[in-house]
């Protein structure tokens, strides 16, 4: 694979990591990851300052496909337009090994939470009298309460289902037009 950048390079190494069966995010230094991509530590620290950020430019890469679908589809069908992606996705398989990993699930779910705040701030209506944070952060907020409901009753809901759901909850209680 031919490699566009020490960031990429870097990421690479990362990657291949975290993808080892024996490795945990948690369990892998900056070392191994400057070892493994054949960089001096000060090469790393140049471009990174530690693994969270660089688990955070891997996310951006591997999900790239998804942030360049329609912030409209991904803020009101949220669980459609994310399995669509994710179902096929090289990160599923990454995050699927990583459950156990509260630090790794602590960032990638911190990391989606400000993605998914920055498209709901792109489509929100001009002409809300609340702030407009407060709007991002209640809808989002309520992506994971529906997700975790689910999760909870131990209920198999389609992503149409759970989008009704959510649209039901929090889009209509914020007036939004849903035919937008």
Known sequence: M???SVDDKIWEAFERLLMDNNQQFSDI???QICKVADIHRSTFYRHFEDKYQLLEYGLKKLWQDYFDLSKKARV???FQTAESFYTESKGKKL???HLVD???IEVVDH???EQMKAAVLDVLPQDTD???ELIALFTVTNIQVVEEWQKQERLSLTAKELDDYYQQLVMKSLSFDLEQ
Do not use: S
């Open 130 to 132: 609340l702030p407009k």
């Open 102 to 104: 509260d630090n790794f």
């Open 76 to 78: 009101y069908e949220p």
């Open 95 to 97: 995050i699927n090994k």
């Open 111 to 113: 990391f989606f939470l």
């Open 29 to 31: 230094r900056v070392g």
């Open 2 to 4: 031919v490699t566009d």
